[in-house]
């Protein structure tokens, strides 16, 4: 097991510019907002184990992803204090393998200019070298996954924390290309363990990964984390995850 390093804490915020052929950039600060959807990891009291980690998911409304004869069921997933913070963090732990756990919303987030993921999470352990286009090599000490419901069609992104990728890339996957696509994220590729806080806008990362639309709403959220197709063992500190209605950025 890797040793947590105790330091200060970072801040990464990025966005994508306006043109669609943008990249992922730098700004100075997270907008204010209204949370129109929360993990509220902030609001839990008590470790859970991970004998107990399905209740947790159970009372999120989350349920483990399957497709086909594959169920991808977190066997290593816990809520534990947070290192060198005093909130609770979900840590997603995979030991040569892949967890991803979905929720389905109770109502809609329609697909808005002002709408942004804001997340902040450490990575204590990294996969090996990967390749998001390739199925043997698709491996992500984290992905954040969003489905919407654009023109009449189900898209999946996948925002991808990988030091594999230039910032802003998009990575169609080798099972749906024209379905599920990746976008990586900026950020820090020091092998210092950091807190990292990003901020990124929904609707111009789907315009960006599936082209323009006309209608669309968001109707699910995924989390996952694998090393399985590396052979890598995977370890990452999620402390907030939300999606957020802002004003402006500043």
């Not at 949370?35 to 902030?42: C, G, P, R, S």
């Not at 199925?135 to 000490?141: H, W």
């Not at 996954?145 to 924390?161: E, I, K, Q, S």
Request: aromatic residues 10%; positive net charge; proline residues 5%.
């Amino acid at each position: 097991m890797l040793k947590i390093r105790l330091i200060p804490v970072i801040a990464i915020t990025s966005f994508i510019s306006v043109p669609i052929w943008g990249t992922l950039l730098p700004s100075q600060s997270h907008a204010e907002g209204k949370n129109l959807w929360d993990l509220e990891l902030n609001k839990e009291k008590t470790e859970i184990l991970q004998n107990d980690f399905k209740s947790w998911m159970d009372r999120k409304g989350f349920e483990s992803f399957r497709y086909l004869f594959f169920e991808r069921d977190p066997k290593h997933w816990r809520i534990s204090s947070c290192p060198n913070h005093k909130d609770f963090c979900l840590v997603m732990e995979d030991l040569k393998s892949s967890s991803h756990i979905i929720k389905k919303l109770n109502k809609p987030i329609p697909l808005s200019g002002h709408l942004n993921l804001f997340m902040e999470f450490m990575v204590e352990a990294w996969p090996k070298q990967t390749d998001l286009g390739k199925k043997n090599r698709e491996d992500a000490a984290l992905r954040i996954f969003l489905t919407a419901h654009l023109d009449g069609r189900n898209a999946h992104l996948g925002f991808a924390v990988t030091i594999d990728h230039e910032p802003g890339q998009i990575i169609p996957s080798q099972r749906k290309p024209e379905e599920i696509k990746y976008i990586a994220l900026a950020v820090s590729k020091s092998e210092e363990k950091v807190w990292q806080r990003l901020s990124l806008p929904i609707a111009a990362s789907f315009q960006k990964a599936f082209g323009s639309f006309k209608k669309a709403e968001i109707i699910a959220v995924g989390l996952k984390s694998d090393g399985n197709n590396t052979e890598s063992d995977v370890k990452v500190w999620l402390r907030d995850l939300k999606i957020k209605q802002v004003s402006s950025e500043r």
